[in-house]
């Protein structure tokens, strides 16, 4: 990217790899692994008999199925853990059909909605996740099954490209925007909702203006939670409500979000952008276990 | 008796000078934050390459996106409103007018007087405007007035999937990455917002004959792109009075009227 | 009662297709009825695990469902669409 990948990265979040120390893949039943193959990053999750092993989240290179390899890779580094023990690996996310040692490839709806209960519990209703290059909203029963969604992926606005295009302008890490956009004393007056293109020159005559960053990010957080609020509310919305995907980290829009809904999300305890590949993995052991009960 | 135009619209500000009926000057200047003093400068602009003097202006009227906020001007009329009066002061036969500015995009029905019909279409994505191209110009680091001709050296048809302009510009980099022509990608981007202009115009009916107006109709490769989708050939405005400066007219005509010249 | 909502909101508006995945019977009579190929019937994406085959908006159309549907939509106004007179339990429903 000629623009972007100029001096500073600034829209490189961190990547990120982990394995559970206290447990044993060996002494489970049934090993699967989830990989969410996004627009913009990847994410491999595997469990022993749906609880999480070990997992990697990375960013998406150009070519799908070396990103799922990677992803693979990188998630089972470090454990005795090969992947043809892995008795069942659901792709998901944009590039799904594109992950070479998949059994199967399920949409990400079904799979966040799953990820979602796992990660906050069986109380969940109503779920939002901002991915990489879309935002959807999801209705859940208490399993996680998904009773209706929307989403949105036709648009930069409500995405975390979205976000990377201000981080990018306003020269400002991406993993600072949150933070930073709190710093303000009064709320500013949001910029456009509906494009991040509008947005970006309104962002650029604000700055000129001699609005300063914090108060230029907190314009456009609050555009971006205005924009997904609206989004949800066509959905209807049913508590307890969470937030998964990217962007759940940024407590800029988070907060916003919260204020505007006023519901207060929980906070996970696990990496939210895991969602998508945890649901993967757990439909991959309930189809092992269908499986096992045909034969 | 002499009347000006301005269209004071989100990328740039242009002014036209009218005397009577005959179109003396134009000029266009980057809006900037100040959209008053951005008109100020265009219309001086203007009054200096015809040489006339300011005092010498009967009406002035305003249009376009920025509208309130020129005190200076006697009145406004809607974009709408400007579009068809220019549009049809450079070709009586149009009925159907699109134009196509750097944020947006409208298509509206005339009559045989330049009266715009019951209906117009808004669209209000960047995807479907000149910040499209311009971005994408910059993604592939050419010139964006080099773009129309680069397009049509293009040799294949590659598709497009991003909607969005911002995706667009991912999806382009991606495509210099697989190493494909940049003439074939330029072809893609014109394609690309030719296809939802003409989806817009489709809607509201084809009534020949159509006539293109904006900045983007400067460029001769979206002007192709049009063509073909369409199947027949758009009116584009030519020199001496440029595509991006007929709404500005449109206005200094209902000026004129305002005025009885 | 389990909607799935296939379209955006963009700059100019919100075009929504909502297809009610309880109501459809998998007639298939809305995809033949579309002139466009907007339909196709598929496997339910909301219940990976079970078997059925339903109407849903295809995925090249998802992103510029307002150009799709713009042919049957003329002047911008909701008039009587074919998929949704096609689908006899009413599964079907256009926002705009």
């Given at each position: 990217?000629?623009?972007?990948?100029?001096?500073?990265e600034y829209w490189r979040w961190t990547e990120s790899r982990y394995t559970n120390p206290d447990m044993n893949w060996e002494d489970g039943e049934i090993v699967s692994a989830g990989v969410d193959v996004g627009s913009v990053s990847t994410q491999t999750v595997v469990m022993v008999d749906g609880k999480i092993y070990c997992y990697s989240s990375?960013?998406?290179?150009?070519?799908?199925?070396?990103?799922?390899?990677?992803?693979?890779?990188?998630?089972?580094?470090?454990?005795?853990?090969?992947?043809?023990?892995?008795?069942?690996?659901?792709?998901?996310?944009?590039?799904?059909?594109?992950?070479?040692?998949?059994?199967?490839?399920?949409?990400?709806?079904?799979?966040?909605?799953?990820?979602?209960?796992?990660?906050?519990?069986?109380?969940?209703?109503?779920?939002?996740?901002?991915?990489?290059?879309?935002?959807?909203?999801?209705?859940?029963?208490?399993?996680?099954?998904?009773?209706?969604?929307?989403?949105?992926?036709?648009?930069?606005?409500?995405?975390?490209?979205?976000?990377?295009?201000?981080?990018?302008?306003?020269?400002?890490?991406?993993?600072?925007?949150?933070?930073?956009?709190?710093?303000?004393?009064?709320?500013?007056?949001?910029?456009?909702?509906?494009?991040?293109?509008?947005?970006?020159?309104?962002?650029?005559?604000?700055?000129?203006?001699?609005?300063?960053?914090?108060?230029?990010?907190?314009?456009?957080?609050?555009?971006?939670?205005?924009?997904?609020?609206?989004?949800?509310?066509?959905?209807?919305?049913?508590?307890?409500?969470?937030?998964?995907?990217?962007?759940?980290?940024?407590?800029?829009?988070?907060?916003?979000?919260?204020?505007?809904?006023?519901?207060?999300?929980?906070?996970?305890?696990?990496?939210?952008?895991?969602?998508?590949?945890?649901?993967?993995?757990?439909?991959?052991?309930?189809?092992?276990?269908?499986?096992?009960?045909?034969? | 008796?002499?009347?000006?135009?301005?269209?004071?619209?989100?990328?740039?500000?242009?002014?036209?000078?009218?005397?009577?009926?005959?179109?003396?000057?134009?000029?266009?200047?980057?809006?900037?934050?100040?959209?008053?003093?951005?008109?100020?400068?265009?219309?001086?602009?203007?009054?200096?390459?015809?040489?006339?003097?300011?005092?010498?202006?009967?009406?002035?009227?305003?249009?376009?996106?920025?509208?309130?906020?020129?005190?200076?001007?006697?009145?406004?009329?809607?974009?709408?409103?400007?579009?068809?009066?220019?549009?049809?002061?450079?070709?009586?036969?149009?009925?159907?007018?699109?134009?196509?500015?750097?944020?947006?995009?409208?298509?509206?029905?005339?009559?045989?007087?330049?009266?715009?019909?019951?209906?117009?279409?808004?669209?209000?994505?960047?995807?479907?405007?000149?910040?499209?191209?311009?971005?994408?110009?910059?993604?592939?680091?050419?010139?964006?007035?080099?773009?129309?001709?680069?397009?049509?050296?293009?040799?294949?048809?590659?598709?497009?999937?991003?909607?969005?302009?911002?995706?667009?510009?991912?999806?382009?980099?991606?495509?210099?990455?697989?190493?494909?022509?940049?003439?074939?990608?330029?072809?893609?981007?014109?394609?690309?917002?030719?296809?939802?202009?003409?989806?817009?115009?489709?809607?509201?009916?084809?009534?020949?004959?159509?006539?293109?107006?904006?900045?983007?109709?400067?460029?001769?490769?979206?002007?192709?792109?049009?063509?073909?989708?369409?199947?027949?050939?758009?009116?584009?405005?030519?020199?001496?009075?440029?595509?991006?400066?007929?709404?500005?007219?449109?206005?200094?005509?209902?000026?004129?009227?305002?005025?009885?010249? | 009662?389990?909607?799935?909502?296939?379209?955006?909101?963009?700059?100019?508006?919100?075009?929504?297709?909502?297809?009610?995945?309880?109501?459809?019977?998998?007639?298939?009579?809305?995809?033949?009825?579309?002139?466009?190929?907007?339909?196709?019937?598929?496997?339910?994406?909301?219940?990976?695990?079970?078997?059925?085959?339903?109407?849903?908006?295809?995925?090249?159309?998802?992103?510029?469902?307002?150009?799709?549907?713009?042919?049957?939509?003329?002047?911008?106004?909701?008039?009587?669409?074919?998929?949704?007179?096609?689908?006899?339990?009413?599964?079907?429903?256009?926002?705009?």
């Amino acid at each position: 990217m000629s623009n972007t990948e100029s001096n500073k990265e600034y829209w490189r979040w961190t990547e990120s790899r982990y394995t559970n120390p206290d447990m044993n893949w060996e002494d489970g039943e049934i090993v699967s692994a989830g990989v969410d193959v996004g627009s913009v990053s990847t994410q491999t999750v595997v469990m022993v008999d749906g609880k999480i092993y070990c997992y990697s989240s990375m960013r998406t290179g150009s070519n799908s199925p070396d990103s799922a390899n990677n992803a693979m890779d990188w998630a089972l580094e470090g454990t005795d853990l090969t992947i043809d023990k892995i008795q069942f690996v659901v792709g998901t996310g944009y590039g799904r059909v594109n992950v070479p040692f998949a059994g199967r490839a399920i949409t990400e709806i079904a799979c966040h909605g799953r990820g979602a209960n796992f990660i906050y519990g069986p109380e969940i209703r109503t779920v939002l996740d901002m991915g990489g290059q879309d935002c959807k909203a999801i209705r859940v029963d208490n399993r996680g099954k998904v009773t209706a969604f929307l989403m949105n992926d036709k648009c930069a606005a409500g995405t975390g490209r979205g976000m990377e295009v201000f981080a990018d302008l306003l020269q400002v890490h991406i993993n600072d925007v949150g933070e930073m956009s709190l710093k303000v004393e009064e709320e500013p007056e949001p910029v456009s909702s509906t494009c991040v293109v509008f947005a970006k020159s309104e962002a650029v005559g604000l700055l000129r203006k001699g609005w300063g960053k914090e108060k230029v990010l907190a314009a456009y957080c609050s555009a971006m939670a205005h924009r997904v609020v609206t989004l949800l509310m066509r959905l209807g919305i049913e508590e307890k409500f969470a937030i998964t995907g990217g962007i759940a980290k940024n407590i800029g829009v988070v907060k916003r979000i919260e204020d505007e809904l006023k519901i207060k999300a929980p906070k996970p305890n696990i990496d939210p952008q895991l969602a998508g590949a945890i649901g993967a993995a757990l439909f991959g052991k309930a189809l092992v276990e269908k499986q096992r009960k045909k034969s | 008796m002499i009347t000006a135009g301005i269209d004071a619209g989100s990328k740039n500000t242009k002014a036209v000078i009218l005397k009577d009926d005959k179109f003396l000057s134009a000029a266009l200047v980057l809006s900037g934050f100040d959209q008053e003093k951005s008109a100020e400068e265009a219309l001086n602009s203007a009054l200096q390459k015809s040489k006339t003097n300011r005092k010498d202006i009967k009406h002035i009227t305003v249009t376009g996106a920025g509208m309130e906020a020129i005190s200076f001007a006697n009145d406004t009329i809607t974009t709408i409103t400007a579009n068809g009066r220019g549009a049809h002061f450079i070709f009586p036969s149009a009925r159907t007018v699109i134009d196509i500015g750097a944020e947006e995009g409208r298509v509206l029905r005339i009559d045989g007087q330049g009266k715009v019909k019951d209906f117009g279409i808004n669209e209000k994505c960047a995807a479907g405007a000149g910040a499209f191209i311009e971005a994408m110009s910059r993604a592939l680091e050419v010139d964006i007035n080099t773009m129309g001709e680069l397009s049509l050296k293009s040799k294949r048809k590659i598709p497009m999937n991003a909607q969005c302009t911002i995706f667009a510009e991912s999806e382009v980099v991606s495509l210099i990455h697989q190493k494909t022509s940049k003439e074939d990608i330029i072809k893609a981007v014109h394609d690309a917002i030719a296809d939802r202009n003409t989806s817009m115009v489709r809607q509201i009916g084809i009534e020949k004959d159509v006539a293109l107006i904006g900045g983007v109709a400067k460029n001769i490769g979206f002007v192709d792109s049009m063509n073909n989708n369409l199947g027949f050939d758009l009116l584009v405005p030519k020199d001496p009075i440029s595509p991006e400066y007929v709404t500005a007219l449109g206005a200094a005509l209902v000026a004129r009227d305002k005025v009885g010249g | 009662m389990t909607k799935a909502n296939y379209g955006y909101k963009d700059g100019s508006g919100e075009y929504y297709i909502t297809i009610d995945t309880d109501l459809c019977n998998s007639c298939g009579k809305c995809v033949e009825a579309c002139p466009e190929g907007v339909l196709e019937m598929a496997e339910d994406e909301l219940d990976p695990l079970g078997d059925e085959i339903i109407a849903i908006v295809s995925d090249d159309h998802r992103k510029k469902i307002k150009y799709s549907c713009a042919p049957c939509k003329p002047g911008g106004e909701l008039i009587k669409l074919p998929c949704v007179e096609a689908c006899k339990p009413g599964a079907i429903k256009h926002s705009w």
